[in-house]
């Protein structure tokens, strides 16, 4: 089944860390760009990262710039988001998505930033 | 960074009619733009690429137009599974942005 699913998130606090992975399975990973994309309660989709199927090509958006990083492993079938200097407002479900037109999503994992 | 404005924030139809949601980039995207159908609790659902090009398994009711800075989708006699939240993006530039939303309720 092609598929990706997101783990690692939770309830931290303000200042903290939190590392999110996302295993894809059922496709090459390799061979696609990979993005991630957060929704906080109630709100709007919010793109926040991006890195090319080898990794050399990344991007952030200005809100994490400096913060978090996004990598990933094609031999483990994995993409990652370090998230350093969690705030409040970094309180969302963070997706894992493939492609700049995102035809696969995963469910979301829930990132909980409060003290 | 782009600004996409979708209109209106909630638009009020009733099954069987015709909604048109619409979409505004700040500067052109050409024809790199997207629409996604989110229903609550899950993960949003590609409808539309390229301005009008219908995702694969996407219902013949939803169609998208416009290119440069205005765009619509349309989606023609509304089923009650079509009351839910769509979203545009741009995916012309750098950073990739999407708009506010625009929720579908029924009338």
């Known amino acids: 089944e092609v598929q990706l699913v997101e783990s690692g998130g939770g309830l931290v606090q303000p200042g903290g860390s939190l590392r999110l992975s996302c295993a894809a399975s059922?496709?090459?990973?390799?061979?696609?760009?990979m993005n991630w994309v957060r929704q906080a309660p109630g709100k709007g989709l919010e793109w926040i990262s991006y890195?090319?199927?080898?990794?050399?090509?990344?991007y952030y958006a200005d809100s994490v710039k400096g913060r978090f990083t996004i990598s990933r492993d094609n031999s483990k079938n994995s993409l990652y988001l370090q998230m350093n200097s969690l705030r409040a407002e970094d309180t969302a479900v963070y997706y894992c998505?493939?492609?700049?037109?995102?035809?696969?999503w995963g469910q979301g994992t829930l990132v909980t930033v409060s003290s | 960074e782009i600004v996409m404005t979708q209109s209106p924030a909630t638009l009020s139809v009733s099954p069987g009619e015709r909604a048109t949601l619409s979409c505004r980039a700040s500067?052109?995207?050409?024809?790199?733009l997207a629409w996604y159908q989110q229903r609550p609790g899950q993960a949003p659902r590609l409808l539309i690429y390229?301005?009008?090009t219908r995702a694969t398994g996407i219902p013949a009711r939803f169609s998208g137009s416009g290119s440069g800075t205005e765009f619509t989708l349309t989606i023609s006699s509304l089923q009650s599974e079509d009351f839910v939240v769509y979203y545009c993006?741009?995916?012309?530039?750098?950073?990739?942005?999407f708009g506010q939303g625009t929720r579908l309720e029924i009338k």
């Open positions: 993006q741009q995916y012309d530039n750098w950073p990739i942005t």
């Open positions: 998505a493939r492609g700049t037109v995102v035809v696969l």
């Open positions: 390229g301005a009008s």
């Open positions: 059922g496709f090459t990973f390799s061979s696609f760009e």
């Open positions: 500067q052109s995207v050409s024809s790199n």
């Open positions: 890195i090319g199927s080898n990794g050399s090509s990344i």
